[in-house]
């Protein structure tokens, strides 16, 4: 259980009113008159990705986050101007198991993504 104190709440909310991935920067653009800093939206940030309730990717050597409220592992198409995501279901497992058997390692977690230009974004 989370202790959702008044500024969590507040990053929080920036994460339900985004329709797209976004960095701690922009939560501190949205939260700027909040009297808020950008270490405890980095620290409200690790709690919510400790809880599972965000996700997390790299691109252009920033990270940005996104809400998870699905608890389902995916993988993502990401649109490299506009950000938009399309969720990928994963059908890694087959390939993870015998990974595992072939080099006598367990595999805990896998990321990937796909990044490319949406149908808006490829005119």
């Known amino acids: 259980m989370i202790r959702m104190t008044t500024k969590r709440k507040k990053v929080y909310s920036v994460f339900e009113n985004s329709n797209k991935p976004i960095n701690a920067e922009n939560i501190l653009d949205?939260?700027?008159d909040e009297n808020i800093n950008l270490s405890t939206i980095y620290r409200a940030?690790?709690?919510f990705i400790n809880n599972d309730l965000l996700l997390s990717f790299h691109f252009?050597?920033?990270t940005y986050y996104i809400l998870d409220n699905e608890?389902?592992?995916y993988h993502y198409f990401i649109c490299t101007n506009c950000l938009f995501m399309k969720k990928i279901n994963c059908n890694m497992n087959?390939?993870?198991k015998k990974l595992e058997d072939?080099?006598?390692f367990?595999?805990?977690n896998h990321?990937?993504?796909v990044y490319g230009l949406c149908n808006s974004c490829n005119i």
């Open 30 to 32: 949205v939260l700027g």
């Open 45 to 47: 940030i690790e709690c």
């Open 60 to 62: 252009n050597n920033k």
């Open 71 to 73: 608890g389902n592992h």
């Open 94 to 96: 087959p390939i993870i």
């Open 102 to 104: 072939e080099n006598n």
């Open 106 to 108: 367990l595999i805990t």
């Open 111 to 113: 990321e990937m993504n």
